[in-house]
């Protein structure tokens, strides 16, 4: 099998990955190493990885490395070629929750030589493509601006996240939702749409969202009043699938957002700016290298 190791420019001195690369290859695993520059190079060496028949792509990066993979493989048409992920971002939060190693490139490495790949859905927004988390709203304006107090606001719990958004006298996005045959005008503070389990470094927004069991997992916090927040801390405190008055939790295969006004919004990194912003799940549509055990496999759920 040729597999190849796309890695992130700003990580390719590091020391570690260049001993845990060394070290792979001196124990006869075959690594190719391509590194980044500017801007589209993943898209170009996937179009050239595709064409030279490399069977397994190594993305070495963080969650928007990963991203740009999976939406170059999917633009190309090369799904056919296994992904594996070495995590080396700051939050590289679609990789902790498929519990792939982390804090060690080289145990990282070592699975996405020899790990299992399995087939796992992606997801789609327009034209772009993501595997992990859409955040939109006052979410993707937290994830862009990255001051700690609101970076905290994704998951630093109920008081703080009702606290933070009277502070700062946030004004929801007003438009259009539609999914499963429902229209409906909304006010959101905050939604994310969920293929994988966490975002914003470490929060699940989805803790039981699973990437192949053909939906999307969609999460989104309504306008509230000063008077409304003893029923919001209630409603965030429910199990993961209760909906609620203000904070509501659908599964969905396709979902729209429209509206007058351009909401913010983030695919796993990647901001993206539209009116109109139509998600929907790709069944199966990657094939990736994870830990037999992943909790993020429908397979595993039982087990």
């Not at 295969?253 to 695919?267: A, F, G, Y």
């Not at 009116?275 to 993020?296: D, G, Q």
Request: charged share 20%; aromatic share 6%.
């Amino acid at each position: 099998m040729t597999i190849r190791l796309l890695l992130n420019g700003k990580k390719a001195a590091q020391d570690d990955i260049r001993q845990a690369v060394t070290q792979l290859r001196a124990e006869g695993y075959g690594i190719e190493v391509r590194v980044t520059w500017e801007a589209g190079d993943i898209n170009r060496l996937v179009t050239e990885a595709y064409e030279q028949g490399v069977q397994r792509i190594i993305a070495g990066g963080g969650d928007g490395t990963v991203n740009e993979v999976v939406d170059a493989l999917l633009r190309n048409k090369a799904a056919n070629i296994e992904l594996a992920i070495l995590p080396l971002g700051t939050a590289n939060d679609f990789a902790s929750a498929c519990t792939i190693p982390t804090d060690n490139p080289y145990d990282a490495l070592k699975l996405a030589l020899t790990g299992k790949a399995f087939t796992v859905d992606a997801a789609q927004a327009n034209q772009r493509h993501f595997i992990n988390i859409a955040t939109a709203g006052f979410g993707a304006q937290v994830t862009a601006n990255t001051p700690i107090p609101l970076k905290n606001f994704l998951g630093g719990g109920a008081y703080t996240l009702a606290g933070l958004v009277q502070a700062i006298n946030f004004q929801p996005f007003q438009g259009t939702v539609k999914y499963d045959g429902h229209t409906v005008e909304s006010h959101i503070v905050i939604g994310a749409v969920c293929n994988g389990r966490m975002a914003g470094g470490g929060q699940a927004l989805a803790p039981t969202a699973y990437i192949d069991d053909g939906y999307l997992d969609v999460v989104s916090l309504e306008e509230f009043a000063p008077s409304d927040i003893p029923t919001v801390l209630d409603e965030l405190m429910q199990e993961d699938h209760f909906s609620g008055q203000f904070v509501k939790r659908n599964q969905v295969k396709t979902i729209e957002w429209e509206s007058d006004s351009i909401m913010p919004t983030n695919l796993d990194g990647e901001p993206l700016a539209d009116t109109t912003i139509t998600f929907r799940v790709l069944p199966l549509a990657i094939t990736l290298v994870l830990p037999t055990s992943c909790p993020l496999l429908f397979k595993n759920r039982l087990m």
